[in-house]
Each structure stands twice: as C-alpha cells, then as structure tokens.
C-alpha cells in the first residue's frame, strides 16, 4: 500500500520566456516556505498557479484553455486552490474577464505583486471570496531570492524590470511597467551565492539589459556590471538577454571581448530588415545601424555568434520589405533566429493599424524565412564535424538515452556517458550534426 503524503503540494504552470520561467521559480520558494512541496500532477495538487504570459495570443489562448480544464477537477476537489497570475492578467481589464470566464478561480493577481502570492494565500483561507489583487503601480524591488531553482547547472538572475522603449507591436511596457534596476551590489551577490553553490552558468535577464542603470542616473552600467561579476576567476559562464539594438554599443562589446566567462553569443533581436517598417515598430534604428554594430561586434569578436528575433507581417509589410528582412538575415548571419507572426496585441499602437496582413500572406513569408534560417543554421552546424568543442552538461534525455549539454554557442551536443555527468564541462568531437544539434563522442 502506497502511504499517501500529508504535506501540501503545488504545481506552476508556466508560458512564454525565460524571465517567467525564473518567477516560477521564485512562486515555487513562496509556496514551498508555506509548507508546500512539488506535485507529480494537477490532480495531486493542493494548489495550481498559472504564470501566465500575453505577449503572443497563442500562449494566451494556451493558458484560458488550461484554465478552463480545471473545471471538472475544481468539482471533485473544492478545496483545490487555483491561482493566475503573470503579464495575462495585468492587462487592463483582463482580471475581471478572467473571474466572469472561470467563475472558479480563487486568486487572481499581477505582474507587480508576484511577491505577494503568499499573503493572497493566507487571505483566501479566511474568506469564501475570490481574491483579486492587481497592482496598477510598480511596488519596490524584492532584493531577497527566495527562489526554489530548478536548472542546476544554470542559473537566471533578474538584474533589471519593465521596458520604457514602447515598441508599438509590444504589451511588456503596459504590463511590465517602467524600467527599475536592481542594486549592483544585490545582483553581484546573488551571482556569487549561486556559484558558491556549485552553478556553472549564470544569465542575466532584463527586457532591455543595455539599459541597466539609467534609472540610477547610469552611476553604475550593465557593461561595468559584467566587469565586475567577471572579477571572479573560476570557471564559469555568463550569459544575458534581451538586448535591444539601439543601445548595444562598443563599451559592451568591448566587455564582451575582455572577459572569457562572458559567452561570444549575442541575441540581438532586429524585428525586421525594412526601415520603415521599423520606424512603424518604433525601434530606433535602421537597417543599416544594425548591421553596423553586427560589423563592430565581429570586428572585436571574430569568433562571436548572433541570434535574433525577427517579425514577418506586421501591419502594411510589403513584399518589398519582407525581402529586405530576407536580405538582412543573410548579410547578417545568425546562428539561429526565433521567427514569428505578428499578432495583435490589445491596448497597443499596432493593434490599431489599418493594413493589417492576411493569414495566409503572413504563412507563406513565415515559410520562407524559416527556411532560410534554418539553411543557415545547418550551414554552420556542419563546421562542426570532425571538431572538438565544450558543452556544459545539463540533463540527460531519456528518449535519446545521452546526455546533453550546451556549448557557449548555444548549440546542443549529445552524448554517451557510463556515470552522471550534469554540471560538468565536457570536451566533445563533433561526429553527426542535424540543425542546431550536435551528437559526439566525449574525449577524456
């Protein structure tokens, strides 16, 4: 007979990037210190949290329909808690729609009072009520990580919140609020408590990490927090996202090219190859701009690697622009590139354009620029064969029967090994590659 557990369990449910993935994990440190521990499954909870993401319509669409298939499991268990928070619900309005959609929601709550899960919780048990808590208004930074980390051997260290760029496509500003950097002092001691405790590889994570510090007065840049943070000398790596072009400069790169803990890959997300149409996105530079720091970057960094983000039918795309975008993927180069439809995103500039793109002129570009991306990426995976190359070892896949790890490219290797391997560098001869991954033999 199996002893059932007493202990309260959780289960998170996550979408979109990997800063929401990092506060799943510091809602998983809020639960487990009220006493929770992990469950296998949603039917084993006691309590089911949703950190929800709205910057594609998909994952939200994703996130109503998982909602909604709480339903039943709601019946057979009333005391069952269920709690949706994250960018979804700090929309305007997106609360109240959410409680009249699913009547069955007990906590409600935003982007700006993550840190206040708990005391929601304890609010909840002393009433019958809903709980709905959205603050309109950024409250002060948390600086304690009480975060329950899942990644071993990496680690995401949050060093700055909100955006001020308005991206007239984007809803991070209207839900993520201003800018707000974290003490340096805060974030280097959270970086060097991670790696006392045996992380290897540590990324910073902000929606525009070149802007660290301009709300300090810029007494204190990101380019010298990576100076400082590389001032430790064991081996590790560093790695941060998301950099918005406009403000990627030489004084960056220049600390990319002086540490060797700081990966030579940058994700530097371009959105589209058309001047115009990034001057309708808002983005503040050109084309050419971007292709100019791609050009200093390489000039100090022969060797760096770039990945990107990049848009097809945003509001009035032309043929001609797509082409442009086509062109600038190829004169760039990426290593990879995360490609995607617009979609309309409520309450933002574009959202209100006329000359929306049809669904199915939109599919047909997306076609064509994946594949040219992807034609890329093998292109440069294929350099691979025959060479040795470090992966930081991060999981064993079941399914392949290998352990896998990433090199500092981000390209994923695959290996055998007769003894646990996660959390070690291993030195890897490339023998198969097959797009972004890798298959080797490891070298003793």
């Known amino acids: 007979m199996v002893e059932e557990t007493m202990e309260k369990q959780y289960f998170v449910i996550t979408y979109g990037c990997q800063m929401n993935v990092h506060e799943s994990e510091k ?48 019946k057979t268990k009333p005391d069952l808690l269920i709690a949706v928070g994250g960018c979804m619900t700090q929309q305007n309005g997106a609360a109240e729609k959410l409680r009249k959609k699913f009547p069955f929601v007990d906590i409600v709550f935003g982007t700006h009072n993550l840190d206040e899960l708990g005391a929601l ?32 051997p990496n680690a995401w260290v949050n060093i700055m919140y909100g955006c001020n760029n308005f991206c007239t496509y984007c ?30 590889e540590i990324t910073l994570l902000g929606q525009n990490v ?18 400082k943070i590389c001032e430790r000398k064991e081996k590790f790596r560093l790695r941060f996202m998301t950099s918005n072009p406009k403000d990627f400069g030489e004084e960056l790169i220049r600390a990319i090219a002086d540490n060797e803990q700081i990966c030579n890959l940058v994700h530097l997300p371009v959105q589209s190859g058309s001047d115009r149409i990034l001057r309708l996105m808002n983005r503040k530079y050109t084309a050419e701009q971007y292709l100019e720091k791609v050009k200093l970057l390489r000039r100090y ?16 795309e032309t043929e001609e622009d797509f082409r442009a975008t086509l062109d600038l993927v190829k004169e760039a180069k990426f290593a990879t590139a995360f490609t995607f439809v617009y979609s309309k995103r409520s309450g933002t500039i574009a959202a209100q354009m006329e000359d929306q793109i049809s669904e199915e002129v939109k ?5 064509r620029l994946v594949e040219l991306v992807n034609t890329q990426t093998r292109e440069q995976s294929s350099a691979y064969r025959g060479k040795t190359i470090e992966i930081l070892c991060e999981d064993y896949d079941e399914k392949k029967g290998l352990y896998m790890g990433r090199d500092e490219y981000g390209r994923m290797g695959y290996f055998q090994s007769d003894k646990n ?20 033999q490891k070298e003793e």
Not at 176 to 196: K, M, T, W, Y
Not at 303 to 315: A, E, K, N, R
Not at 363 to 367: A, H, Q, V
Request: glycine content about 8%; overall charge neutral; proline content about 3%.
């Open 27 to 74: 809602i998983a440190g809020i639960l487990r210190k009220r006493g929770y521990v992990e469950a296998k499954s949603e039917s084993d909870a006691d309590i089911i949290v949703f950190n929800t993401c709205c910057i594609r319509e998909n994952a939200e669409n994703h996130a109503y329909g998982n909602i909604g298939a709480l339903k039943k499991l709601k």
């Open 121 to 152: 919780i304890d609010r909840k048990t002393g009433t019958k009520k809903a709980i709905i808590d959205i603050w309109e208004k950024e409250g002060e930074i948390n600086e304690t990580d009480n975060s329950f980390r899942t990644s071993f």
């Open 171 to 200: 809803i991070v500003p209207y839900v993520r609020g201003r800018e707000r950097s974290r003490d340096p002092e805060a974030i280097i001691a959270e970086v060097n408590s991670l790696l006392d405790q045996g992380y290897k």
């Open 210 to 227: 070149n802007s660290y510090g301009n709300d300090k007065g810029s007494a204190f840049t990101f380019p010298q927090l990576l100076r």
């Open 301 to 316: 960094i022969p060797d760096c690697q770039l990945t990107s983000d990049i848009m097809v039918g945003f509001p009035t």
């Open 363 to 367: 599919k047909e570009r997306i076609m």
């Open 421 to 440: 391997e996660v959390g070690n560098f291993i030195k890897l001869k490339i023998t198969e590659t097959s797009g972004v991954s890798l298959v080797g």
